[in-house]
């Protein structure tokens, strides 16, 4: 069974920075794909930032050029470094595992005030 924990979210002005961490029960970097995803009030949760089993990254074109996915093998730690943030990258921010199924964490929430 696998159990992310989140954490780093918090409150932050427009183009204010965040760093994400999601720590890992055990060593999975090697053979699950990570993520982050994020759901904001009323809206689907989508897709942030990715790393494929592969290793490559893959971004939503709303975080390209400021956030930054990025992993600590050794630590069993994903991150996501948030610059320039908006008001529209107010949401609950969601660690995710997957390898035949889905694993995710409780969350944590960003807020950008304006």
């Known amino acids: 069974q696998v159990q992310l924990v989140e954490s780093g979210g918090g409150l932050v002005q427009t183009g204010g920075s965040l760093r994400l961490s999601c720590t890992a029960s055990g060593s999975i970097f090697s053979r699950y794909a990570m993520s982050w995803y994020r759901q904001a009030p009323g809206k689907q949760r989508e897709m942030v930032a990715t790393f494929t089993r592969g290793g490559t990254t893959n971004y939503a074109d709303s975080v390209k050029g400021r956030f930054t996915i990025s992993r600590d093998n050794a630590k069993n730690t994903l991150y996501l470094q948030m610059n320039s943030l908006k008001p529209e990258d107010t949401a609950v921010y969601y660690c995710?595992?997957?390898?035949?199924?889905?694993?995710w964490g409780q969350g944590t929430q960003v807020t950008v005030s304006s």
């Open positions: 995710n595992a997957l390898l035949y199924r889905d694993y």
